[in-house]
């Protein structure tokens, strides 16, 4: 009777137990909050890290996805594809703008469906520039006033605000942006015109106010290969790679076999390749269609016409155009390299090569010049003076007898009948330069 008492307390015991532990695992399953940096320059390589981060969140069934946001801006076209990436989420996106979300940034921030900011924080100063650091086209610009319009509109904010922030004309002078100027909110300011949401001093702290204290928190960290993508794609460093590129290739026609300059072009081109491959840029006929492009180059050095080569050279750029994002970037970007490359080589090759030793190692610029002692014909000056018979005619080439040697010769430019007597005037090499002599 008292072990059946005891197992029946036991059983409720372990009853109630499993009663009050499922709602903890429940929760625990249920509230998962993924927490996504979004730091330094806005490109395309950004936007590759940041759809891997919110396939990865929905895959989890997150409950939320915040952005922690600290970036000076970047480009254009990069931050429009983040936002679609953002608003195209079925998952709660909370923008946690830690320091400053300027241009691109601010733009990236208003298509998430909350903000919230750290003292101190800004947000703003959009406008539009482009890679010179000059006003971008009216085109451009009036295609990111209408992009930051919208996303302050599709958002519940007040438009006027995110246009301030893009156009220096609209006048919001109790906010600092007079006429000429540039809205940039502070924290505070962002909370009392709608832009945030709220305050918080640190992750912590928004956790709180968004009621996931008790969530289980991962954070996303992006990969080496992300890493090396967001520095290669960059827009200032993609003109640096392919000037180094061409750079390599060229000086490589002038050295001895295959060696530094070869090696360093190929490299900087293949991470070229690699970096937009992982960005999500570039496909494998990029690639596929650079390394025809290079064949056929090679192949005009054993094949006359020079068709070849100009296909090659065609087939090249245009897999830099196919791995680009952005052609006008692209178009730009080879356009330095070329001017750079003409002039680097130009430097090596006629001033360095000349003056250093380790770039006469690296270029070949020894020629097969008489004075250095090569010849490709024996010059026989000491025919010069002598008499001969014309056994053909000169027409302006033919044959005379010097004595007992037949001499193929050429005329002075005229006609000498066979049988006229002639002098040798010249020679130089193979060529025998003869006169007719007046009878």
């Not at 480009?75 to 953002?86: H, N, T, W």
């Not at 520039?129 to 086209?137: K, P, R, S, Y």
């Not at 060229?250 to 690699?274: D, N, Q, R």
């Amino acid at each position: 009777m008292k072990s059946r008492r005891r197992l029946a307390i036991l059983f409720f015991l372990l009853i109630g137990f499993f009663i009050y532990l499922v709602p903890l695992l429940t929760s625990a399953k249920g509230e998962t909050v993924y927490v996504v940096p979004v730091e330094e320059t806005v490109e395309k390589g950004l936007h590759a890290f940041l759809k891997r981060a919110v396939t990865e969140a929905e895959a989890d069934n997150a409950s939320a996805i915040i952005f922690e946001i600290n970036t000076p801006g970047g480009a254009v076209d990069a931050a429009g594809e983040i936002g679609k990436l953002i608003t195209s989420t079925n998952l709660r996106t909370i923008a946690y703008v830690n320091k400053q979300a300027l241009s691109a940034g601010a733009f990236i921030s208003l298509n998430a469906n909350e903000i919230y900011m750290v003292p101190g924080a800004v947000m703003g100063s959009a406008a539009i520039i482009d890679q010179t650091g000059n006003t971008a086209d009216k085109k451009a610009v009036s295609y990111w006033l209408a992009a930051m319009e919208s996303a302050a509109h599709e958002s519940g904010r007040d438009p006027i605000y995110a246009l301030a922030m893009a156009d220096e004309e609209v006048n919001l002078p109790d906010y600092g942006a007079g006429k000429g100027k540039l809205l940039t909110l502070t924290a505070e300011q962002a909370l009392n015109v709608g832009y945030s949401e709220g305050t918080v001093n640190n992750i912590n702290d928004l956790l709180s106010e968004l009621g996931y204290e008790n969530a289980t928190i991962k954070n996303v960290e992006e990969s080496f290969a992300e890493k090396l993508a967001r520095f290669i794609t960059n827009p200032y460093v993609v003109p640096i790679l392919l000037s180094i590129g061409s750079i390599g290739l060229v000086l490589e026609l002038y050295s001895p076999g295959f060696g530094i300059p070869g090696i360093m072009g190929l490299s900087s081109l293949l991470l070229f390749f690699y970096g937009h491959l992982v960005a999500g840029l570039a496909g494998y006929e990029a690639i596929i269609l650079f390394i025809i492009g290079i064949a056929l180059i090679i192949l005009e050095f054993f094949v006359a016409g020079g068709i070849v080569g100009i296909i090659g050279l065609i087939a090249v750029i245009s897999s830099f155009f196919l791995a680009s994002g952005n052609v006008a970037h692209m178009a730009l970007s080879l356009l330095i390299a070329f001017v750079i490359t003409v002039l680097v080589s130009i430097l090596m090759v006629k001033v360095l090569g000349k003056k250093m030793k380790f770039f006469r190692r690296m270029v070949l610029t020894d020629s097969t010049s008489t004075e250095s002692g090569y010849i490709s014909n024996k010059t026989r000056n000491e025919l010069i003076g002598l008499e001969g018979v014309a056994i053909t005619a000169l027409r302006p080439s033919g044959t005379v007898q010097i004595g007992d040697e037949r001499i193929d010769v050429v005329s002075e430019g005229n006609f000498i009948q066979k049988d006229k007597r002639v002098k040798i005037v010249k020679a130089e090499g193979s060529r025998v330069v003869v006169r007719e002599i007046p009878e």
